[in-house]
């Protein structure tokens, strides 16, 4: 049940993306500004709001929260459907980006009170098929429904979904005991007194390995929410990519191999961090030094059949380090921080790769499309290869962190 919410969490947050072409053609937006809406006005309020409500989630009964959070950003999602200027869009996403800012966090803390130590790799490996699950779902209805009807219909169908999904939620999730796995005797143990909001934020920032895990992890998001918001503009414009084309391959795409990409990484994490700690960070910095090639040859190739053969790998090795890092911090922590943890963990990350990668990434292609009108998202594209390695270099810096503190 707390996939399907992540499914819809990340749906409705890629749908702009997913239906960017037929939505430029309409409201006259440029990549730009597609970028900001889809990145920095987005992510201001998703990631600011995250902080309060994880604090009361820690506090409180976790699953009502995250149902109210579902129903409201389901009904901004409605909103979105509806808007008829750029601005009115605007606002209707600022309000799914509050919506959504209670919906991971919590999930987070629920797993995590739901699983004992040793198995929340795997466990929220599984939680985390919910961005690709909802990726793919995006693309195929989302595409499907506007190639048949209008982009429109598309966010008012989908929205309504989730305000239905948001009452299923207090139906079918009940609140776990706070770290009751984590005590021999499956009962709380005196660490799991709650911590005070201000108290939470100085442990969070003034550990190294904690905020180390959030730049590698916002470095890699810069990467992936760039591409996320992009690729299918990218494959209709210059790759000669159909809606309905993209309503079917870019959809299996992205279902498969993100997803088997979430499950590999986090039974690899399972498997090895118990007794190899630094796995936490040379698993995803592996991965990542392997899917540049890969993703260059994507930007590269001259048509849609070429360009999916080599996004599928990159496809696979770009979330290795989201389970791991979110298994990271869930076991770091003490079980009244896990909340706030995750949404300090959420803000950081969030932060510089939803809040920047977008807007860049649209702020590139409208900077080189006088002098390049036919390929100018193409370029903009090739300028994201760094970031990869950035991030692969700060993941290294942690498990190089993790391997020193293991040995003393």
Same mark, same amino acid.
């Given at each position: 049940?707390?996939?399907?919410?992540?499914?819809?969490?990340?749906?409705?947050?890629?749908?702009?993306?997913?239906?960017?072409?037929?939505?430029?053609?309409?409201?006259?937006?440029?990549?730009?500004?597609?970028?900001?809406?889809?990145?920095?006005?987005?992510?201001?309020?998703?990631?600011?709001?995250?902080?309060?409500?994880?604090?009361?989630?820690?506090?409180?009964?976790?699953?009502?929260?995250?149902?109210?959070?579902?129903?409201?950003?389901?009904?901004?999602?409605?909103?979105?459907?509806?808007?008829?200027?750029?601005?009115?869009?605007?606002?209707?996403?600022?309000?799914?980006?509050?919506?959504?800012?209670?919906?991971?966090?919590?999930?987070?803390?629920?797993?995590?009170?739901?699983?004992?130590?040793?198995?929340?790799?795997?466990?929220?490996?599984?939680?985390?098929?919910?961005?690709?699950?909802?990726?793919?779902?995006?693309?195929? #209805?989302? $595409?499907? %429904? &506007?190639?048949?009807? +209008?982009?429109?219909?598309?966010?008012? *169908?989908?929205? /309504?979904? =989730?305000?239905?999904?948001?009452?299923?939620?207090?139906g079918l999730v009940r609140e776990p005991v706070r770290g009751g796995l984590d005590s021999p005797q499956?009962?709380?143990?005196?660490?799991?007194?709650?911590?005070? #909001?201000? $108290?939470? %934020? &100085?442990?969070?920032? +003034?550990?190294?390995?904690?905020?180390? *895990?959030?730049? /590698?992890? =916002?470095?890699?998001?810069?990467?992936?929410?760039?591409?996320?918001?992009?690729?299918?503009?990218?494959?209709?414009?210059?790759?000669?990519?159909?809606?309905?084309?993209?309503?079917?391959?870019?959809?299996?795409?992205?279902?498969?191999?993100?997803?088997?990409?979430?499950?590999?990484?986090?039974?690899?994490?399972?498997?090895?961090?118990?007794?190899?700690?630094?796995?936490?960070?040379?698993?995803?910095?592996?991965?990542?030094?392997?899917?540049?090639?890969?993703?260059?040859?994507?930007?590269?190739?001259?048509?849609?059949?070429?360009?999916?053969?080599?996004l599928a790998v990159p496809t696979f090795l770009n979330y290795f380090y989201l389970s791991p890092s979110?298994?990271?911090?869930?076991?770091?922590?003490?079980?009244?921080?896990?909340?706030?943890?995750?949404?300090?963990?959420?803000?950081?990350?969030?932060?510089?790769?939803?809040?920047?990668?977008?807007?860049?990434?649209?702020?590139?292609?409208?900077?080189?499309?006088?002098?390049?009108?036919?390929?100018?998202?193409?370029?903009?594209?090739?300028?994201?290869?760094?970031?990869?390695?950035?991030?692969?270099?700060?993941?290294?810096?942690?498990?190089?962190?993790?391997?020193?503190?293991?040995?003393?």
């Amino acid at each position: 049940m707390l996939c399907l919410v992540y499914v819809l969490n990340f749906l409705d947050r890629q749908l702009l993306s997913i239906l960017a072409k037929p939505i430029q053609d309409e409201l006259h937006v440029t990549d730009g500004q597609l970028g900001r809406i889809g990145g920095l006005y987005f992510a201001l309020f998703y990631c600011l709001i995250s902080i309060p409500v994880g604090w009361l989630a820690d506090r409180t009964n976790r699953v009502r929260v995250l149902s109210f959070a579902c129903a409201l950003w389901s009904a901004a999602t409605v909103a979105c459907g509806v808007a008829a200027t750029y601005p009115q869009l605007v606002a209707a996403r600022m309000a799914v980006g509050v919506g959504e800012a209670g919906g991971v966090p919590p999930s987070y803390a629920i797993l995590s009170d739901y699983f004992p130590p040793g198995k929340r790799g795997a466990a929220l490996g599984l939680f985390n098929f919910g961005p690709p699950i909802g990726q793919a779902l995006g693309v195929a #209805f989302g $595409a499907s %429904i &506007a190639a048949s009807y +209008s982009w429109r219909s598309a966010f008012v *169908v989908l929205g /309504a979904a =989730g305000i239905v999904t948001a009452l299923l939620v207090l139906g079918l999730v009940r609140e776990p005991v706070r770290g009751g796995l984590d005590s021999p005797q499956g009962t709380p143990s005196p660490a799991t007194h709650a911590a005070g #909001f201000r $108290a939470t %934020i &100085a442990m969070f920032f +003034s550990r190294p390995e904690l905020l180390l *895990v959030s730049l /590698a992890c =916002g470095a890699t998001q810069f990467v992936t929410y760039a591409s996320l918001n992009f690729t299918t503009l990218l494959l209709m414009r210059e790759k000669g990519m159909s809606l309905r084309e993209v309503a079917v391959y870019y959809a299996l795409l992205i279902g498969v191999f993100v997803c088997a990409g979430m499950y590999v990484s986090g039974s690899l994490i399972d498997r090895f961090a118990p007794s190899y700690k630094q796995a936490y960070g040379f698993v995803p910095a592996t991965a990542l030094l392997l899917a540049i090639p890969f993703f260059v040859g994507f930007v590269w190739a001259p048509r849609w059949p070429l360009a999916l053969a080599f996004l599928a790998v990159p496809t696979f090795l770009n979330y290795f380090y989201l389970s791991p890092s979110v298994a990271f911090v869930q076991e770091a922590v003490r079980p009244h921080e896990r909340v706030l943890s995750g949404a300090l963990l959420l803000l950081v990350m969030n932060l510089i790769g939803l809040g920047l990668g977008p807007t860049y990434l649209g702020a590139v292609s409208d900077l080189l499309r006088p002098g390049h009108p036919n390929n100018s998202l193409q370029l903009a594209f090739y300028t994201l290869a760094p970031f990869y390695a950035l991030a692969a270099f700060l993941f290294l810096l942690l498990g190089r962190k993790l391997r020193h503190e293991a040995a003393a």
